[in-house]
């Protein structure tokens, strides 16, 4: 993207599947880095691969980090100085939690600071988890079992 006099304006870029049709599904990937104060370009595109469509926004950004967002959901935060098929992140595009914290880590590769953690987030998010009168998900379940192993290992 350029501006009037020719220069690029400094962005994220984040490229997703045309077919994806609604934008406002990363919405809270998008929030994620404007709360990091970093700003951001979006572009469709016909590719369909996240990982192509990562690397190539990563390669297409004068920061050097780029995120695509496949038809199928997966999401890949990706940065010019790692191999092609060694990306940073992935995360699933039905977990705005985790979206929002992919998009923070973008902005927080830019800045040069440390990443948000996926896992202290899950724990955050579990605390609200209502553990009486109502059924748990697998999900939730999951998530619970991966936090108590974790505890498990780390208490040895």
Known sequence: MKINDG?????IHVY????????????????????EGIPTFVKESKQQSALQ???????DSTLGVGIGISQNGKV??????LDKNQ??????LRN????RILGANAARLVKGI?????????????????????????????????????RLLESK
């Open 76 to 81: 890949i935060l990706h940065y010019t100085k």
């Open 7 to 11: 220069n690029e304006i400094q962005a």
């Open 114 to 150: 440390p990443f948000k953690s996926f896992e202290i987030e899950e724990e955050k998010e579990l605390e609200h988890v209502e553990l009486v009168g109502e059924a748990l998900t697998k999900e939730d379940i999951a998530k619970i079992v991966a936090i108590v192993v974790k």
């Open 87 to 92: 990306p940073l992140f992935e995360v699933n």
């Open 96 to 99: 705005p939690n985790k979206l």
């Open 16 to 35: 997703y599947h045309a077919e994806l049709n609604d934008p406002s599904l990363f919405r809270t990937l998008l929030y994620g880095i404007e709360e």
């Open 53 to 59: 469509l990562s690397h190539e926004a990563a390669l």
